[in-house]
C-alpha cells in the first residue's frame, strides 16, 4: 500500500492523532516503536472488517457494541485479548470508540474518543478483534451515556495499574473503567460512584479473572513498571498469587451469561 492510500484510508477511518510511537497505550507495552507500513495496512484492515461487523450487526442495526482487541499476548493467563472499548455510532454514522488508555511511564490515565482505524493502530500483537453487540436495551443506555463528555467520565479515576483489584477504588484500569460504566449507565439513578457502580457488578454476578502471578512475577513488575501495582489487593489472595483483575474475557462471559449481549463475533 502506497502512503498517499494509507492517508486516504486514515481519514476514512476516523485516524487523527496517536500515528506515531504514542504516549498513551493500554493491553500493550509501551516500548517505544514507530509503525511500519505493513502494520499500518493490516490495522487499517483489521478497522475496515470490524466496520463491516459492525454494521451488519443487529436486527436492527447496532448502535453500541464491545471492542477488544489483542495488544499483548495472553495466552500463558488463559486469555485472548488485552483491551476493550466501548463502540458507538454517531450523529454522522462513523463508529466511535471511547476507551481508557494509560499515560506510558506513568500511573496515570485519560479517557479518549476514537475513531476505529486509531484504535486499532497500537502495535497489535495479533490483527484480530472481537464484537460483542449487547441487547437493544443495554444499547439504548449505553449510548446516552457514552455520547456525552461528562458522563463518559463521570467514574474515570486517573490512578492506573494494569493488574487494579475489581472491588477496590484505588486504582482503575481500562477494562474497569468500562465495566463501571456500563454499570453506571443501566442505573444512572442509582449509581453516582464507582463503590456503587462495582457493588452492581458483584449482584450481576460478574466474575473477575484470576492471574495467579508468582511472587517473582509480582516484584518484578511493581519494581520495573509504573503502571503495574498489587498493593491494593487482599493480602491473603495477594500472598496466594491469586491476582483478580477485569479482562476482556471476563466481560465477554459475563455479558452472555448475564443475557445482557449477544454472542461475541471474531474478526480478523
Known sequence: MRHHAITRSLAALGLVAMMAAGAAHAGRSCEPSKPTVDSVRRSLNLAQHTAKALNDSG?????????????????????????????????????????KLNECGTAQSRIYRQGLGEFFLDDLWRYQAVVMVPTPEVQQKLLLSLSANAQATKLHHSAYSMVSYPWSQRYQQSNQWAMETLASAMEPQKINNRQQAQAWLQYQGYQPSDLRLGTFTRLGGRVTSANIAFD?????KRFAGHIETVTVDSVLRFLQTAQLAAAPIVVQ
Not at 491494593?232 to 491473603?236: A, I, S, Y
Open 59 to 99: 436486527a436492527h442495526g447496532a448502535q453500541v457494541a464491545l471492542l477488544g482487541r489483542q495488544g499483548q499476548d495472553l495466552r500463558k493467563y488463559g486469555l485472548q485479548y488485552s483491551h476493550m472499548g466501548w463502540a458507538y455510532k454517531s450523529a454522522t454514522g462513523d463508529w466511535r470508540v471511547v476507551h
Open 232 to 236: 491494593d489487593h487482599p493480602p491473603e
